[in-house]
């Protein structure tokens, strides 16, 4: 497990900025009501991978809430504690599970991007089929078909997000670094 550290807070720092960015204005609408097509959860799996779970664990909370926060200053948003903690759970174990790939030996080969994105599946269906919508109906009383449709829909456009973004990041990171024994 990565050490908490100075590079540690800013990696959380720069990740939550760029979680929130990408997540409040670069997201994409979708048919499914208050729910998006996110880009950010590739920069957060991507954080989580090289710097550890609590790092992944306060990029995702901290820039979920900033995304929450600032719809809700604009427009009335209710604050989805329920999405906010799927978003640090999720990164909280992309941390956990991607301390197995180390990209700092100049490769990201075949089977860590197998590891990668295998997990990255099974932790969004995690978050989002099971997590939100679950906390969804319990604290906010919504209704269970909307919870789990909406819950679903995450699943599938968050895995694909992370499994383009996330490992195009990855590929890059470890490229930019000199391979064993160079």
């Known amino acids: 497990m990565k050490k908490f550290s100075v590079k540690t807070i800013v990696a959380i720092v720069v990740g939550a900025i760029l979680f929130f960015v990408l997540g409040r204005f670069v997201s994409i609408p979708s048919p499914i009501p208050d729910t998006d097509i996110s880009i ?14 609590i790092a992944g664990f306060f990029t995702g909370l901290i820039g979920h809430f900033l995304i929450d926060f600032t719809k809700h200053l604009a427009d009335g948003y ?11 759970f999720f990164g909280l174990m992309m941390g956990f599970v991607a301390g197995k790939i180390n ?20 932790i969004h269906l995690l978050a989002w089929l099971l ?24 699943v599938a ?15 890059s990171y470890a490229a930019s670094k000199p391979k064993k024994g160079e």
């Open 40 to 53: 950010q959860y590739g920069v957060l799996a991507f954080v989580a991978a090289l710097f550890g779970p």
């Open 78 to 88: 209710t604050i989805w504690w329920s999405w906010i903690a799927a978003s640090a």
């Open 103 to 122: 990209m700092e030996n100049g490769e990201f080969e075949k089977k860590d991007i197998i590891i990668f994105n295998v997990s990255q599946i099974l």
């Open 131 to 154: 997590l939100a919508p679950v906390l969804d109906v319990l604290v906010y009383k919504e209704a269970a078909a909307e919870a789990f449709s909406q819950g679903a829909f995450c």
């Open 157 to 171: 456009s968050n895995a694909v997000a992370t499994a383009v973004v996330g490992t195009l990041l990855c590929i």
